[in-house]
Nanobody, 114 residues
Framework: QVQLVESGGGLVQPGGSLRLSCAASGFTFRTVPMRWYRQAPGKEREWVATITSTGNFTTYTDSVKGRFTISRDNVKNTVYLQMTSLKPKDTAVYYC???????WGQGTQVTVSS
């Protein structure tokens, strides 16, 4: 059974940094690309970043390019999102998932505010 457990969120001031983690189980993690998504209050869930199964290629939505870095550890079955230069518009619940995945975790809340 697929399980995704996100963690690492919190309250941070504008310009600050956070590192999110997502522990995955129930599937062969090392063979699948992974994504981070986010959902801001009153908005649809949106894609943030993708990493290939080996971790050698990454893509980002334009609004986070140069500020966020996705990475993974295929031994720990964990995907990460390093977020820097955070802005209030980054406030959202952040989720990870495999491409096409239909089971979601609880997400982790990121709030950027002074």
């Amino acid at each position: 059974q697929v399980q995704l457990v996100e963690s690492g969120g919190g309250l941070v001031q504008p310009g600050g940094s956070l590192r999110l983690s997502c522990a995955a189980s129930g599937f062969t993690f090392r063979t699948v690309p992974m994504r981070w998504y986010r959902q801001a209050p009153g908005k649809e869930r949106e894609w943030v970043a993708t990493i290939t199964s080996t971790g050698n290629f990454t893509t980002y939505t334009d609004s986070v390019k140069g500020r966020f870095t996705i990475s993974r550890d295929n031994v720990k079955n964990t995907v990460y999102l390093q977020m820097t230069s955070l802005k209030p518009k980054d406030t959202a619940v952040y989720y990870c998932n495999k491409i096409g995945g239909t089971t979601w975790g609880q997400g982790t809340q990121v709030t950027v505010s002074s």
